[in-house]
């Protein structure tokens, strides 16, 4: 095992109503002119925002809004939000909805507390130094950012999507009542379960350093998720299962599944944010429509990961052949599984027809953004990131 430093500052409210604490919440954090943060209609008709906005009122909390966040969150309304922050001294945050929101609520605050553009941030050039502090009101289980230190926005000129890592960005509380998650499409709930579970799985395919006890939380998790997803496949507002998936997604990003490891491989990630950026698909479909191809790429650099994935996870028997055969069976048996739950397992399935020229741009693009090569499973370089992209059409 490595050594590791694991910081999980968030405050979590989970439960029924727990929407009704954040005047609360915000006051406890020191929080006096609030920008509410979200996305598009669902907050807005299912009536969640004006009741936010109506108990910070009763509250005296003043606030503004700023909707608009979208999937793959755009760098153009993150320089709105942090030109209307000055503007009006917001000194709090609030981020109402999912990933997107809350990302691009990041990197607002971002924006507003350190000097010159956001994107240096994203762009790896420089470090930020402080965030305006963050509350979240979560209708989304999928991204874990609601705990993680990260968020992921996309730059529209050239189509850039880039993550940038902080503990500054980490949320203050995140309000977790799984009855708000219960009105999303079956198709976004299929794509939160996917990326809970390739966060875990980012964290697990490694070779460098393993923990028993992290291992044993990881694949308790991938298994709950796995078995709690196809629950929802068939009921929906099946509130138990909401909150398992719930609670996992924010495990799955907070750092505690990847202790004591190396930091994961994440080239699945890197490769689907550049897919993400050019054909702008829902996250988690376009992680499970390359999964499968990265794992068939790497299987063999990594082979005893893979295996106890597919026995301890997938449920493979250790008698079903070879160390490889093992392996397979247990890549075979989550594709299988995202098509049980109407995930894509290729680009043709996610509904994207790549010309040559698009693959080798994104994989050029994928190259630039790890400073030429990344990953535990295996180190991929481009032409590595190029052929997983080709297996994948």
């Not at 950026?277 to 990594?302: F, M």
């Amino acid at each position: 095992m490595f050594d590791f430093n694991y910081f999980t500052p968030t405050k979590v409210v989970f439960g029924k109503n727990t929407e009704n604490k954040v005047a609360d919440l915000i006051k406890e954090f020191g929080g006096k002119k609030v920008l509410i943060h979200y996305g598009g209609g669902s907050v807005v008709r299912s009536g969640l925002l004006q009741r936010v906005a109506d108990i910070l009122d009763k509250a005296g909390i003043k606030h503004i809004e700023l909707g608009g966040a979208v999937p793959n969150p755009h760098l153009g309304l993150v320089y709105e939000g942090i030109e209307l922050c000055k503007k009006e001294n917001v000194d709090f945050l609030l981020a109402v909805g999912g990933g997107s929101a809350i990302d691009s609520a990041k990197a607002i605050g971002y924006g507003v507390t350190n000097e010159g553009d956001v994107w240096d941030f994203y762009d790896y050039k420089r470090k930020a130094n402080a965030c305006l502090p963050l509350g979240v009101i979560l209708t989304i289980a999928a991204t874990g950012s609601e705990m993680s230190d990260s968020s992921v926005i996309t730059k529209e000129e050239g189509l850039v999507k880039r993550g940038y890592s902080s503990d500054f960005c980490r949320p203050r509380f995140a309000i977790m009542n799984p009855e708000l998650t219960m009105t999303l499409p079956d198709y976004q709930t299929a794509c939160g379960c996917t990326d809970i579970m390739m966060h875990t799985m980012e964290r697990y395919f490694t070779n460098g350093g393993n923990m028993e006890i992290t291992d044993s939380l990881a694949e308790g998790l991938l298994r709950t998720v796995k078995e709690n997803a196809l629950i929802l496949a068939r009921d929906p507002k099946n509130y138990n299962a909401r909150a398992e998936v719930m609670w996992a997604g924010s495990l799955a990003h907070n750092g505690l599944t990847g202790c004591g490891n190396d930091g994961g491989d994440w080239m699945t990630h890197k490769l689907e944010h550049e897919l993400g950026g050019l054909y702008d698909v829902a996250h988690g479909a376009g992680l499970a429509a390359l999964w499968g191809s990265w794992a068939r790429y790497v299987y063999k650099n990594c082979l005893p990961r893979f295996k106890k994935y597919a026995i301890n996870v997938m449920g493979v028997s250790p008698d079903a052949g070879s160390d490889e055969e093992i392996a397979l069976k247990g890549i075979e048996a989550t594709e299988n599984f995202y098509r049980e739950i109407k995930m894509p397992t290729n680009l043709r399935e996610l509904g994207v027809n790549a010309t040559d020229e698009d693959l080798k741009l994104m994989a050029h693009k994928c190259a630039v953004g790890v400073n030429g090569g990344k990953g535990s499973a295996r180190f991929l370089k481009e032409d590595d990131m190029l052929e997983i992209y080709k297996m994948s059409r």
